[in-house]
C-alpha cells in the first residue's frame, strides 16, 4: 500500500512527467486551451497508457527484444484506435474539441517511454498503478497549464465566466504563444517548488 | 496543379500552418536537438525525408487499401507501423553512409517515430482529402516548416548559453519562453493568403 | 524470448492480428452509433433552419464542393427550398456549415456543427447572432470589416478575419449551388 502511494506521488509530482521528465509536450501545449479540453485529453491518455502498460507487461516475457519497440507501439495504437471509437460514439463533442489530437496520442512519448522504461520490466499490478500515477500526473499538469490558459486568455474556468463583461482577455494566451510561455513559466515554477521540498527533506 | 495553388500550399504549410509554431506537432525533438545548429540541420534534413516518404506510403496503403476495404479505423495502427519500419530503414542508411550524422542525431534518430509531426501530417492529408500530389507537397513543406523552426531555434539557443537569465528557468524553461517569442513572430502570418 | 527471425516476425504478427481482432470488434460496436449521430446533428441543424418540413437527400455530384444536399418538402407538400452541407477550409480545421435556402433563393439560415477555431475569436463565427446575419441575402455575398452599408454585406468578426471569409465563402458556395439546383440561375 505504501509502495502504491510513494508510486502515485512520484507521478503526480516528484517525476510528473511533463514538469520533471520533460516529455508529452506537443499534446500539452495544444489541447491546454481550455479545462474541460485539458481534463479529456489527460483522462483519455491515462486510460490508454494504463491498459497499455498492463498488457505490455503481461506480455513483457514473450517479446523478443529487438522487435519489442515495434510491438509496443501496436499494442498502443489498438488503445488508441478504441478509444477513438469509444469517443466518436459516446461522447462526440468531447472527440471533436480534442480532434486529430486523440489518434496522436498514440505518440505521445509518455505511453512509449513508460512502456519502455517500467511496464517492460515490472508486474503488472505495479505497471497499472504506474499508468494511474503518470496518467493522472500528465491530467494535472495539463490541467494547471489550462486553467492558466484559461484564466488568463479567455477569462473563463470550465466555461464559466469569472470577471465580468468588461474583462478584454489576453487571446494570445490561449493560442500558440501563449502555450509555449506558460508552459515555460510552469516548469520553472514547479522545479523551483520541488527543489526546495527535496532540501527540506534532506 | 498550377503553380499558384502548389505556392499557395507551400506558404501555408511552412508558414502560416508551421508545424511547430501554430500546430505544435514536433515539440519534444524541436526542444531536445536544438542545441546546436548542426545537429539541427541534420534533424530537419531527417525528418523532411521521414515525412515526405511516409506521406507517399501511407496515401498510397490508404487509398488503395483501406478506403477499398472499408477499414478505416485502422488508420492509426497501420500508419504507425510504416512510420516505424521507414525510421528503422532510415537508421540503417544513416548507420552504415554517414555514420557521423548518425552519432549526432543519437536517441533522437529512433524518436523520428514518435515525432508527432510526421503521424500528424500522414493524418492531416487525410482529413484534408488531399491528393497524392497534394499529400506528398504538403508533407514535404510542413517538414520544411520544422527545418526552418528548428534552425533559427537552435541559433538563438546557441546565443542563449551566453545569456544571464534567473536560474530557475535554466533548461527547458528559458528555451520555452524562447519559442514562444518566435511563436508569436509566426502569428504575423495569419491570414496570409495570396491566392 | 529469443532474438531469431522466426520469433520475431511470429510475436509481431501475431500481436498485429489480435490488435485487428480488437479493432474489428470494437468498430463493429460503434459504427451504427456513430453514424448516427453524425446524421442527427445535420437533421437537427436543417429541421431548426427550415421548420416544419421533410427532407430528403438528394444527389450533389453535380456539385462538386457540396458534401450533401437535401431537398426540403414542407408539411403542406410544397418545395420548401434545400439544405446544403459542407466542409469550408478554416483557420485551424475545417468548419462543417449546414446551409437552409428557401425556394425563392434566399438564405433561410445558417448552422455550423462542426468548429475548431481559436477559442474566443474565430469560435464566434458559431453565435447565433452573428450567423442570423446570412438570414433573408441572396444574390452575392459580399464580406466588410465595420459595418454594413449594401443588402449583401456581411460584417466580419473583428480579430477573425480567416473564420468570417472561411463561413462567407461557405455560404456562397452553398447559395450557389442551391439557386442552380433549384432552377433558372442566380
Known amino acids: ?202 | ?195 | 524470448m529469443k532474438n531469431t527471425p522466426v520469433a520475431m516476425i511470429s510475436v509481431l504478427a501475431i500481436i498485429c492480428l489480435a490488435v485487428s481482432a480488437l479493432l474489428g470488434f470494437v468498430n463493429f460496436l460503434t459504427e451504427d452509433t456513430i453514424a448516427e449521430i453524425a446524421e442527427a446533428k445535420v437533421q437537427a441543424a436543417m429541421a431548426d433552419i427550415i421548420p416544419n418540413a421533410t427532407f430528403e437527400q438528394v444527389d450533389a455530384t453535380a456539385y462538386p464542393a457540396v458534401t450533401k444536399m437535401y431537398k426540403a418538402t414542407s408539411t403542406s407538400g410544397e418545395n420548401a427550398g434545400v439544405c446544403v452541407q459542407l466542409s469550408s477550409s478554416g483557420f485551424a480545421a475545417d468548419i462543417v456549415l449546414i446551409v437552409g435556402i428557401n425556394a425563392d433563393k434566399t438564405i433561410a439560415g445558417v448552422r455550423i456543427t462542426s468548429i475548431n477555431e481559436t477559442a474566443g475569436l474565430g469560435s464566434k463565427a458559431n453565435d447565433p447572432a452573428w450567423l442570423s446575419q446570412f438570414e433573408g441575402l441572396t444574390g452575392t455575398l459580399n464580406l466588410v470589416k465595420n459595418s454594413k452599408t449594401a443588402d449583401n454585406d456581411v460584417v466580419a468578426i473583428s480579430g477573425a478575419t480567416v473564420t468570417s471569409t472561411a463561413v462567407t465563402k461557405g455560404v456562397q458556395t452553398a447559395l450557389d449551388a442551391a439557386a442552380d439546383y433549384l432552377g433558372g440561375g442566380k
Open chain 1, 1 to 202: 500500500m505504501k509502495k502504491t502511494i510513494n508510486q502515485i506521488i512520484d507521478g503526480l509530482f516528484t517525476n510528473n512527467p511533463v514538469l520533471v521528465q520533460l516529455i508529452g509536450m506537443c499534446p500539452t501545449l495544444a489541447t491546454s486551451t481550455s479545462l474541460s479540453n485539458a481534463i479529456g485529453m489527460g483522462l483519455a491518455a491515462a486510460f490508454v497508457l494504463i491498459c497499455s502498460n498492463i498488457v505490455i507487461s503481461l506480455l513483457r516475457k514473450l517479446i523478443p527484444s529487438k522487435v519489442r519497440i515495434a510491438c509496443y507501439i501496436v499494442v498502443i495504437a489498438g488503445f488508441v484506435t478504441v478509444l477513438d471509437l469509444l469517443m466518436q460514439a459516446y461522447l462526440p463533442d468531447l472527440s471533436v474539441s480534442l480532434g486529430m489530437y486523440i489518434p496522436l496520442i498514440v505518440v505521445n512519448c509518455i505511453i512509449l517511454a513508460r512502456a519502455e522504461a517500467f511496464a517492460s520490466k515490472n508486474g503488472v499490478f505495479r505497471s497499472m498503478i504506474d499508468g494511474l500515477a503518470m496518467g493522472l500526473g500528465f491530467t494535472f499538469a495539463l490541467c494547471l497549464l489550462a486553467s492558466m490558459r484559461e484564466i488568463i486568455g479567455a477569462g473563463t474556468i470550465y466555461g464559466i465566466p469569472l470577471f465580468g463583461a468588461n474583462y478584454q482577455p489576453v487571446t494570445m494566451i490561449v493560442q500558440a504563444p501563449g502555450g509555449f510561455l506558460c508552459l515555460g513559466i510552469l516548469i520553472a515554477a514547479f522545479q523551483v517548488v520541488i527543489k526546495k521540498v527535496k532540501g527540506r527533506k534532506s
Open chain 2, 1 to 195: 496543379m498550377t503553380f499558384a495553388s502548389i505556392l499557395s500550399l507551400s506558404l501555408a504549410a511552412i508558414l502560416v500552418q508551421n508545424f511547430i509554431f501554430v500546430k505544435f506537432l514536433g515539440i519534444c525533438p524541436f526542444l531536445g536537438v536544438s542545441k546546436k545548429t548542426d545537429t539541427a540541420v541534420g534533424m530537419g534534413l531527417a525528418v523532411i525525408f521521414v515525412m515526405t516518404v511516409a506521406s507517399s506510403v501511407t496515401y498510397i496503403v490508404n487509398e488503395f487499401v483501406l478506403v477499398k476495404l472499408d477499414l478505416m479505423y485502422m488508420q492509426t495502427v497501420v500508419f504507425i507501423l510504416i512510420i516505424a519500419s521507414l525510421v528503422q530503414f532510415v537508421e540503417l542508411f544513416l548507420m552504415k553512409m554517414i555514420p557521423s550524422l548518425y552519432k549526432a542525431l543519437g536517441i533522437y534518430l529512433p524518436l523520428i517515430t514518435t515525432n508527432c509531426a510526421v503521424l500528424g501530417v500522414a493524418l492531416l492529408n487525410v482529413t484534408n482529402q488531399y491528393n497524392f500530389i497534394e499529400s506528398v507537397l504538403y508533407a514535404c513543406m510542413s517538414g520544411v516548416g520544422f527545418t526552418i523552426a528548428i534552425i533559427l531555434f537552435s541559433s538563438v539557443r546557441e546565443h542563449l548559453e551566453y545569456a544571464n537569465y534567473p536560474k530557475a528557468f535554466e533548461g527547458f524553461p528559458i528555451a520555452l519562453i524562447t519559442a514562444s517569442l518566435l511563436s508569436i513572430a509566426f502569428m504575423g502570418f495569419q491570414g496570409l493568403s495570396i491566392f
